[in-house]
């Protein structure tokens, strides 16, 4: 099993920054990607972005330019650096971590709003 913690959720202003952390803990070993996902209300939880053990990433096109994810493997944290925020950034944001198995890991998720 593992487990995901996440923080750093709130409300700002559009154009400012917010940075969401997740921190795993358990069966960490066997963890490949991780990544961030987030679901408005009335959509479909959508991709926002990935990285890999390695350190290779991918984002949506909504957010390419103002996010950027990142991780400290010692940490065994994965980031979210949000810049540039827009209202239709709202969302419930929640950390995904895939096991070497493929089964997905999710977080409890944390409210981000940005107001206009």
């Known amino acids: 099993q593992v487990q995901l913690a996440e923080s750093g959720g709130g409300l700002v202003q559009a154009g400012r920054s917010l940075r969401l952390s997740c921190a795993a803990s358990g069966n960490i070993f066997s963890i490949n990607a991780m990544g961030w996902y987030r679901q408005a209300p009335g959509k479909q939880r959508e991709l926002v972005a990935t990285?890999?053990?390695?350190?290779?990433?991918d984002y949506a096109d909504s957010v390419k330019g103002r996010f950027t994810i990142s991780r400290d493997n010692a940490k065994d944290t994965v980031y979210l650096q949000m810049n540039s925020l827009k209202p239709e950034d709202t969302a419930v944001y929640y950390c995904?971590?895939?096991?070497?198995?493929?089964?997905?890991?999710w977080g409890q998720g944390t409210q981000v709003t940005v107001s206009s």
């Open positions: 995904n971590a895939v096991h070497a198995l493929g089964y997905r890991f």
């Open positions: 990285i890999t053990p390695g350190g290779t990433t």
